[in-house]
């Protein structure tokens, strides 16, 4: 019987076989893995049944993975309404869901679905470009294709200029009048558009130096910074100032480092108490004393990277 578990370490697996550096898993928050190949970095959540999400949770994994630049993706086995299809494309939150065999045939051969389970049925993308050429070839106009296909003059042109998306058995219909594919893969490895990123005001101080600040509650650390005005520079993932102990901090510098290292983030402790040394776990410890009195982020960059180093 599979069981969460089993699914994430086939998930881990499968990504290490194909050369993946990825993190260690951390099944309780907002995400359970990340992994990185090269510039493509991966945010994945499992669940045996995906309507187990909630939206909170899946708000979380998105901000993240704009922060990230990543690619967010819900691994399942199934959900209310059955077993998850291969090759079909579900979404929980705006998260493309998929079945563990569609996100190996990703990974391993670079095949990409192209179906999308939503209400009202099975979807999939319509090339318009395709639809255009060979509708041409065939000096067809929009109103013979639409005939032959069975929708209106209307339609036909939304499919054209990718404006609607088409069920499954329009698309088949009109592969078969075409004589091609017409199809499109949706490329779930691609990093998706960015959403607007909700920035707060927990650290006050990261803002004033052009930081956006996201803070989490169900991730392995308390805030991810980005500069605002610019992708060159690489976040900041921080532990922030919550009257934690010594031993809480150093346990806390684990997953600190193992997710600063595949997201390729600068990994920070952000702490009032001055008795604190400069580094813990060879994460730099920046004082809020500090971080006040910076003029600008290339100060405060500096300064972790003297303390990195130390």
Request: net charge neutral; glycine share 4%.
């Amino acid at each position: 019987m599979l069981t969460r578990g089993n699914l994430l370490q086939q998930t881990e697996k499968l990504l290490k076989s194909q050369g993946f550096k990825t993190s260690d898993i951390y099944e309780h928050g907002s995400f359970d893995i990340v992994a990185r190949k090269n510039l493509l970095i991966l945010l994945l959540k499992t669940f045996l049944n995906i309507d187990s999400i909630n939206e909170q949770n899946a708000h979380e994994m998105n901000q993240l993975a704009n922060i990230f630049l990543a690619s967010p993706i819900i691994i399942g086995e199934k959900s209310r309404n059955g077993i998850l299809e291969e090759g079909v494309i579900y979404e929980r939150y705006d998260i493309p869901t998929i079945g563990f065999e569609t996100f190996k045939n990703m990974i391993l051969y670079n095949e990409y679905p192209e179906i999308l389970a939503d209400r009202g049925g099975y979807f999939v993308k319509i090339d318009g470009n395709v639809i255009k050429q060979y509708r041409e070839e065939y000096s067809m106009s929009l109103k013979d294709l639409a005939n032959l296909a069975h929708v209106s003059r209307a339609t036909m042109y939304k499919y054209e200029n990718g404006i609607v998306r088409a069920n499954t058995e329009t698309a088949m219909i009109l592969e078969e009048i075409l004589n091609t594919k017409v199809t499109l893969d949706i490329d779930l490895l691609k990093q998706p558009q960015k959403d607007k990123i909700e920035y707060s005001d927990d650290v006050k101080d990261l803002s004033k130096l052009g930081y956006g600040v996201l803070s989490t509650n169900k991730s392995p650390f308390d805030a991810v910074a980005k500069m605002k005005t610019s992708d060159k520079h690489s976040p900041l993932m921080a532990n922030v100032e919550k009257n934690r102990t010594e031993k809480t901090l150093k346990r806390m510098a684990i997953p600190l480092k193992d997710l600063s290292l595949v997201t390729t983030s600068e990994p920070v402790f952000i702490i009032n108490n001055d008795k604190i040394k400069e580094s813990i776990g060879k994460i730099p410890v920046i004082k809020s004393w500090e971080l006040k009195e910076f003029e600008n982020s290339k100060e405060l960059l500096k300064m972790i990277r003297e303390r990195k180093e130390n």
